[in-house]
């Protein structure tokens, strides 16, 4: 399912600096503790998926799994960082073609996109291959979502191009989810913590959705009005809940699974 990226196009200027920053080390950890967690909670798919992130500093070059890796091999020092034209700058291997042409195209046409998780994990996934919106807004939990999300409809196959790659950012437009009919779900974030915050949840709440589903009664949806005041509440202390819930998952990474450090 997944494919080698081809020929790169012109490198982008690297100063000496710009990888040996102590954010750029800590982006590393960050983003290495989510695809271990991903990982330990099923959101991943073999060595398919990706989870990318700018480095600090840099407006055109972001960090990005390598090629042919689980999630649950990552390490902060194994993550490539690569460029706009699929360069690979430093690390070892390439990133799989797909990984390159969404979030490439995803970070450079969407600069508020600092943090962009591609997953099919299983539930969001589950829903986005169903006709209709893919949350109804009926648990507690999607609301952190209300007025968040947009729909991909056009399943064109395989991100195998850089027009397929513009034409997923097109989709996203304003939206921080946008749900791929017949494929997936994309999380963007101003942040490492905010998107992992989101797909964590954002999976918990279709999960619950599914399991409603699956009774065979009718769904309740929460109103207009209370969804939108419950959604703004949620949103007000978002960004602080988000960094105390990845330096939770960084705690007990560090207790079992010291690896990712590396």
Request: charged fraction near 25%; proline fraction near 5%.
């Amino acid at each position: 399912m997944a494919h080698a990226l081809g020929a790169p196009g012109a490198p982008a200027i690297l100063r000496n600096s710009d990888l040996d920053a102590d954010a750029v080390r800590q982006a590393r950890v960050d983003l290495a503790a989510c695809f271990r967690m991903a990982a330990r909670l099923g959101l991943h798919e073999g060595i398919c998926n990706h989870l990318s992130a700018m480095v600090p500093g840099r407006e055109d070059l972001f960090l990005v799994n390598p090629y042919g890796h689980a999630f649950s091999e990552i390490t902060a020092s194994g993550l490539l960082v690569c460029d706009f034209h699929g360069n690979v700058v430093a690390g070892e291997g390439t990133p799989e073609a797909t990984a390159f042409f969404i979030h490439a195209r995803l970070h450079m046409k969407h600069p508020r996109a600092r943090a962009a998780f591609h997953t099919h994990m299983p539930n969001a996934t589950a829903l986005s291959m169903l006709e209709g919106p893919p949350l109804v807004w009926a648990g507690q939990t999607a609301l952190k979502f209300y007025g968040r999300t947009a729909i991909d409809e056009d399943y064109n196959g395989l991100a195998l191009d850089e027009a397929e790659g513009d034409r997923i950012a097109a989709a996203m437009g304003e939206a921080d989810i946008v749900f791929m009919k017949n494929h997936g779900v994309m999380v963007v974030g101003p942040s490492i913590a905010e998107a992992w915050d989101d797909l964590y949840y954002l999976e918990r709440a279709c999960e619950v959705q599914r399991l409603a589903l699956s009774t065979g009664r009718v769904l309740k949806p929460v109103p207009h009005e209370l969804a939108q005041r419950t959604y703004e509440q949620m949103r007000e202390g978002d960004r602080e809940s988000a960094r105390l819930h990845l330096e939770s998952v960084k705690r007990i990474l560090a207790r079992e699974e010291p690896g990712y450090l590396a």
